[in-house]
């Protein structure tokens, strides 16, 4: 299958600063990602869907000023946590498709982002 | 609403014994639904997915089957490294492209 990798694996932030995720399909190209958050022992709850060159759109409830997301080429989004709160410790995964269709969606690895 | 069910919540089996995970939903129209194990710690790793009532697909122990209203997976003889998180979404017509709706998945511990 595709790969996609997802970096950093686990960050620490102090409260108030800002923390930058990559997602980057490796073996294709991806014209859509897509942003999740998993809470423990919780499903993966999407946050906003990214196409290549255009502005994301966010799942309601979803603070796009928060979470800043960029797809500026077709291998790579990223997710930045802006002022991050303790309330943003999560597990944030992306997720790649190759286009329209029942295309199966390929996941990072995740980040575990801890606020302190 | 559009939704998706899963149970059990949580199974332990005992090596060898073969059991079902389930996963009901309800969507206007479905395009495909999909199963994913994930590992703690790891994002999910994709299995099957199944497009129309009827449809079975198989990969080593697991298989996976689908009907109008819920799909199943599966586990024939399990080993204790199948031991993981089973989640399964679906994608529905209508939607936005490619969005999947997760279910909350089914922890399945397998003992030696």
Known sequence: GAVVSQHPSRVICKSGTSVKIECRSLDFQATTMFWYRQFPKQSLMLMATSNEGSKATYEQGVEKDKFLINHASLTLSTLTVTSAHPEDSSFYICSAGSGTGNTEAFFGQGTRLTVV | ?112
Do not use: M
């Not at chain 2, 073969?18 to 939903?25: G, M, R």
């Not at chain 2, 697991?62 to 799909?71: C, D, I, V």
């Open chain 2, 1 to 112: 609403e559009d939704q998706v069910t899963q149970s059990p919540e949580a199974l332990r089996l005992q090596e060898g014994e073969s059991s079902s995970l389930n996963c009901s939903y309800t969507v206007s129209g479905l395009r495909g639904l999909f199963w994913y194990r994930q590992d703690p710690g790891k994002g999910p790793e994709f299995l099957f997915t199944l497009y129309s009532a009827g449809e079975e697909k198989e990969k080593e122990r697991l298989k996976a089957t689908l009907t109008k209203k819920e799909s199943f997976l599966h586990i024939t003889a399990p080993k204790p490294e199948d031991s993981a998180t089973y989640l399964c979404a679906v994608r529905e017509y209508g939607g936005a492209t490619n969005k999947l709706i997760f279910g909350t998945g089914t922890l399945l511990a397998v003992q030696p």
